[in-house]
Structures are given as C-alpha cells and as structure tokens.
Nanobody, 121 residues
Framework: QVQLVESGGGLVQAGGSLRLSCAVS????????MGWFRQAPGKEREFVAAISSGGVIRYVDSVKGRFTISRANAKNTVSLQMNSLKPEDTAVYYC???????????????WGQGTQVTVSS
C-alpha cells in the first residue's frame, strides 16, 4: 500500500496552465502504474491520464494534446502538466496508484485526497 498527496491545484483563466504533482510514499513506487482522475460537481469520476511502470501512457480523448503525464521514479512523484485549460476541465483531480497495470480503473486501489482545479471563462 502506498500513500499519495496531490498538490498544485488552483484557479486559472481559460487558456492558462497548471502543473499538478503527486508525492507517493513507499519504496516500490517504480513498480506502480500511476493515474490521474477528476470529478466535476454533479458528475462521476473520470479517467484523465495514466502512465505505467514501463512508461506506457494513456489519455482520455478530451485532454490529448493539452495534458502531459510524467513520472520521476527517483523522486517518487508523478505530475500532470495541463495546458490550454478550459472551463470544462474544472474538477477535483485525484492521483491514484495501481500495482497491476493501468488498463482498468479497478486496478487503482490507492488514492490521494484530491486537489481542486478551477478554470474561469
């Protein structure tokens, strides 16, 4: 089991950028797949991006070309660079860890507390 702490959320105007970071405890970080999810008010949580232990990356279509996920195994961190932000990106963003790959949401068993991202129009 790992513990995750997100940071970097905030308020930004449409077209702006934010960088989210997730610090992960534990010596086995490099073996975990890592993901970012988000939940907007009144909506279900949705997948945003993920990176496997081997560096395979996946994005939801709505953020392709705007968001970039990366990981730094030496620092036990995973980041989400968000550019060209839109009001519809407004949500609480959660970092999550999977010991079993990134292809299924159910594999992500450890979650952070979330960080708010608000994009004004």
């Amino acid at each position: 089991q790992v513990q995750l702490v997100e940071s970097g959320g905030g308020l930004v105007q449409a077209g702006g950028s934010l960088r989210l970071s997730c610090a992960v405890s534990g010596r086995t970080f490099r073996s975990y797949g890592m993901g970012w999810f988000r939940q907007a008010p009144g909506k279900e949580r949705e997948f945003v991006a993920a990176i496997s232990s081997g560096g395979v990356i996946r994005y939801v279509d709505s953020v392709k070309g705007r968001f970039t996920i990366s990981r730094a195994n030496a620092k036990n961190t995973v980041s989400l660079q968000m550019n060209s932000l839109k009001p519809e990106d407004t949500a609480v963003y959660y970092c999550a860890a999977s010991p079993s790959g990134i292809d299924y949401v159910g594999n992500f068993g450890s979650w952070g507390q979330g960080t708010q991202v608000t994009v004004s129009s």
